[in-house]
């Protein structure tokens, strides 16, 4: 026995290390392979079709080649086949057969390696083939999958897990609120000038002095001026003067210009001589000449530098005679201003001396300057500097200059009576006659303060009223006032793991990259989209008499233009452009478009022979005809009227014996219509059904005797008509305009009442402000535009496809409400379109599952059965409720014969092709 043993663990000991290496070499593989695959994958590009005949393939790449679509279908036949024969052929089933059999046809006869192919597996299929169900092959198959324990036990121990991990993105789901700022205008201000002027040059001691020269230039003298005032017999005579140089950053040049004397004369500079007289200094002393000489020397050197400066002069005199020179400097004025303000008495002084230029003041109003030293020709010289200031060098007064009033005033008085909120201006509309009047209580309803205080985030602010002045006196501000919503979600990872003796299997030696989305609350906004687009379908008449569409035009989620005004000035506002705050009937409409998008999922389900699904489309759809764009656009459901219903337990037989065919089409509308009765009352019951041409509901919500009778209809009567989403909003709309009456402004017009319900479904897409009047030039009637849509995702998509096909929402003064046309859906990159706050209104408004409710609104019985608002409990079938999808499909597979029917698909495969 010990020998035994110690052989087959020899065995084994030798074995390991191969079966090891085996599996470390699959795993090494396996790694390469998904490196391979990746960078495959990432150097891959799709072919581009030119458009006349061939594609592109491998497009801006080493490898870029072209080929005709010919070559890669042979069964054309035609070199100049294009992408287009293939596209026109789907959803067109006659087409499709047809081109089938021509292909057939030509490969039955044509010289080609494909034909030969084909004639092959035809001819073969002609051949007769033996039954090989008896066959020792398939039943050794057979007994192996009649007994696999043993089998199974090699690949046992494998697990699949599973784990869900909950997550959440914020989202913004705006509320937009408006609000008219106006700047404040005081009755009366008073306007100073502050002006200081430092001094260039101060005088010390000495003969001398200075004095202006005109604008920026200043004379010193050196002696006195004077004529005579020296009598002698060649006597000398001597000045000397001391000037101190303050600025000397702001002298730019000093010249000894001028110099007079009688008989002789010298002139220096820090005891250097920088001058002698033309008469010179030697020789007879009396010349019998008063000199009058202009040296224009450079003397800039003595005042480049702060600190005192000291000037002489001598004079050689015989008889009477005088002496003395003249130094001219010229300076940088802006360097000995310190200070030039204009200060107002008040904060908003300005916007009263606007006012009054602007003209948008009453009569009286005035500005004027009531100190102004300076001289005719606008300049002045400073008492303390000695400079001289002229207006060019100041400050511009806080005026226009059409007032008169120069920058030289040193006070400017302002008074006037300045009117923004223009009381006592009266405008008729559809709601009648109304005036401006201040609010009982002094205070406005609603400010851009008492936004901001609310923690309201501004968004923009666009100016109505811009004036001479510049200022902008009244504004239209926006301000978001929404919330941050967080969208739920759920991801999923699953690992498989194999502990089993065979390795690698599942996911052992290898991980496994899944790229698929698990992102439900993304696949959830992409299926609203297209369960909305087949109910907000609108197109134009190519022949209006004989009521026939032309499908070139026709367009998904269209919008139509809205207004709302905005009247007077922030103490007297009208503002029908105010939306009640809270969205206080979101949530019910979109419970309403929910309920509607399944019954017309199921309705258009539903075999396209049905009544009811005739009767349905009528109103759903403005465009019917086999093979168009929309209809090509659409997924293919082929269901039956048990899908409807909800049960496995009726035949056709059944159905047509009962009459439930018949009777469906009451029957549904009959729950749709008792459901909106209850949910949103009277007022919107009848905005959608009639009985008879009159009213379907009574005031508590209920169906009349008439409706209750099988006289019930979409439409007719008082009711509205039009596509199936334009119908439930302008329905909807009627309910909510009795709430914002109450909330609203008297002398606000029906149709602002409507947008102000559409703007609380979130469904118009603002597109700014526009003057639409204005009074003494500044604006009192503002209108603010919109394109409003029939639901919120509809106006999303807008936003964010337009943009991509280059299209806008025009403008406020004309706004373009237009859709999306079918035919542009395929230009459509669909993975830039964000439905992030499509997802958030769903959140929002509790149509969104969570893990917290997911279990109780995403099961089969919630989803199809009982739960349903499609149970057929009254419908009269067998059935005790709706059953849900998983037991009607185990409902129709009872006593089938899987086997039997996959043979019989097999012999009829083999009668195929040409006979």
């Not at 992102?519 to 004989?546: E, G, I, P, R």
């Not at 009811?612 to 168009?628: S, V, Y």
């Not at 909807?732 to 009795?738: L, P």
């Amino acid at each position: 026995m010990t020998q035994i043993l110690s052989a087959i663990l020899c065995v084994s000991l030798a074995w390991t290390p191969f079966g090891v290496s085996w599996a470390d070499a699959i795993q090494a593989a396996g790694r390469d392979g998904q490196q391979l695959g990746q960078q495959v994958l990432g150097g891959f590009a799709f072919p581009l079709d030119t458009g006349i005949g061939t594609l592109t393939l491998n497009p801006g790449t080493a490898q870029e080649s072209a080929i005709s679509i010919g070559t890669l279908f042979p069964d054309t036949n035609s070199a100049s086949t294009t992408t287009s024969d293939f596209a026109n052929l789907y959803g067109n089933n006659p087409g499709t057969l047809a081109a089938g059999l021509d292909a057939q046809t030509a490969l039955n006869g044509e010289t080609s390696f494909t034909g030969e192919a084909y004639r092959t597996l035809v001819d073969n299929a002609h051949q007769s083939h033996p039954d090989l169900q008896a066959d020792p092959i398939w039943q050794n198959g057979d007994q192996v999958f009649a007994d696999f324990t043993p089998w199974a036990q090699s690949f046992s121990d494998c697990t699949t897990t599973t784990t869900q991990t909950e997550t959440q993105q914020s989202v913004r789901v705006p509320d937009y609120q408006l609000c008219l700022r106006q700047p404040t205008v005081p009755q009366s201000c008073t306007a100073t000038h502050q002006v200081n002027v430092q001094p260039l040059i101060r005088f010390v001691s000495g003969d001398g002095g200075f004095s202006s020269c005109g604008p920026g230039c200043m004379d010193l003298y050196v002696g006195r001026v004077g004529d005579d005032y020296w009598e002698s017999d060649c006597g000398l005579f001597t000045w000397q003067v001391k000037y101190e140089v303050l600025h000397p950053e702001a002298i730019t040049s000093a010249t000894l210009e001028y110099v007079k004397y009688d008989d002789h004369t010298r002139v220096y500079y820090d005891n250097q001589l920088i001058y002698t007289g033309a008469s010179g200094w030697f020789g007879d002393c009396e010349l019998y000449t008063s000199w009058n000489e202009y040296p224009n020397t450079n003397v800039l050197y003595a005042f480049n530098s702060s600190g005192i400066k000291v000037f002489k002069e001598e004079t050689r005199v015989s008889g009477r005679g005088e002496g003395y020179s003249r130094i001219r400097l010229r300076y940088d004025l802006s360097k000995l201003i310190t200070q030039d303000e204009w200060s107002w008495s008040g904060p908003n002084c300005q916007n009263l001396a606007n006012a009054i230029t602007d003209g948008i003041c009453q009569a009286g109003s005035q500005l004027s300057c009531t100190n102004d030293p300076a001289n005719a020709s606008g300049c002045y010289v400073d008492p303390t500097s000695q400079v001289m200031v002229c207006g060019t060098d100041l400050a511009q007064a806080p005026v226009a200059r059409s007032t008169g009033i120069r920058n030289t005033c040193m006070n400017i008085q302002a008074s006037g009576s300045c009117d923004l909120n223009q009381y006592g201006q009266c405008w008729t509309d559809t709601a009648g006659t109304h005036c401006l009047e201040p609010p009982a209580n002094g205070i406005p309803n609603k400010t851009c303060a008492s936004l901001e205080s609310q923690g309201c985030s501004f968004i923009k602010s666009q100016c109505t009223s811009v004036l001479l002045s510049g200022t902008c006196w009244d504004s239209v501000d926006t301000y978001d006032c929404g919330q941050t919503v967080g969208i739920p979600g759920i991801q999923s990872n699953t690992q498989q793991q194999c502990a089993g003796p065979i390795r690698c299997m599942g996911e052992d030696c290898i991980s496994v990259n899944r790229t698929q989305s698990q992102d439900f609350s993304k696949a959830v906004a992409l299926l609203n989209s297209a369960q909305q687009m087949a109910m907000d379908l609108d197109c134009d008449y190519a022949n209006a008499d004989l009521q026939q569409k032309d499908p070139t035009t026709c367009q998904v989620f269209q919008g139509k233009p809205a207004s709302c005004k905005m009247v007077g000035g922030a103490l007297s506002l009208v503002d029908c452009c105010e939306t009640p705050s809270g969205a206080m009937g979101l949530g019910r409409y979109i419970d309403l478009l929910i309920a509607t998008s399944q019954m017309d999922s199921t309705v258009m389900a539903m075999d396209s022979t049905s009544a009811i699904r005739g009767a349905w489309e009528t109103m759903r759809t403005p465009f019917t005809l086999a093979g168009d764009a929309w209809n090509s656009f659409q997924a293919d459901f082929a269901s039956t009227v048990n899908d409807l219903v909800g049960t496995d337990m009726l035949s056709t037989n059944d159905i047509a014996s009962q009459g439930l065919l018949d009777s469906l089409k009451g029957e549904l509308m009959k729950s749709v219509a008792e459901w909106i009765g209850q949910t949103f009352g009277q007022a919107a019951g009848n905005a959608l059904f009639s009985a008879g041409g009159q009213a379907a509901f009574d005031a508590a919500g209920n169906l009349t005797p008439a409706a209750q009778s099988g006289g019930l209809q979409l439409g007719g009567g008082a009711a509205f008509a039009g596509q199936l989403l334009s119908t439930l909003m302008a329905a909807y709309t009627a309910v909510m305009i009795i709430i914002m009456i109450i909330q609203m402004v008297y002398s606000c017009e029906e149709p602002e009442y409507e947008l102000a319900a559409k703007k609380q479904l979130k469904v118009c897409t603002d597109l700014g402000t526009y003057c639409e009047s204005k009074v003494a030039g500044v604006c009192w009637v503002r209108k603010e535009s919109y394109c409003c849509y029939n639901s919120p995702l509809a106006r999303i998509l807008n936003e964010q496809i337009k943009p991509q096909l280059g299209m806008d929402f025009g403008t406020p003064e004309s706004p373009s409400c237009t859709g999306i046309k079918v035919g542009d859906l395929d230009r459509v990159d669909w993975t830039q379109v964000n439905l992030d706050e499509w997802l958030a209104i769903l959140a929002q408004t509790g149509h969104l599952p969570s893990a917290a409710n997911a279990a109780s609104m995403l099961n089969l019985d919630q989803l199809t059965g009982t739960g349903s608002r499609l149970n057929p409990q009254k419908y009269g079938a067998a059935s005790s409720g709706r059953q849900d999808t998983l037991t009607r499909t185990q409902g129709r597979m009872t006593d089938l014969d899987v086997p039997t029917v996959k043979r019989q698909s097999e012999l009829e495969g083999w009668g195929m092709g040409p006979q």
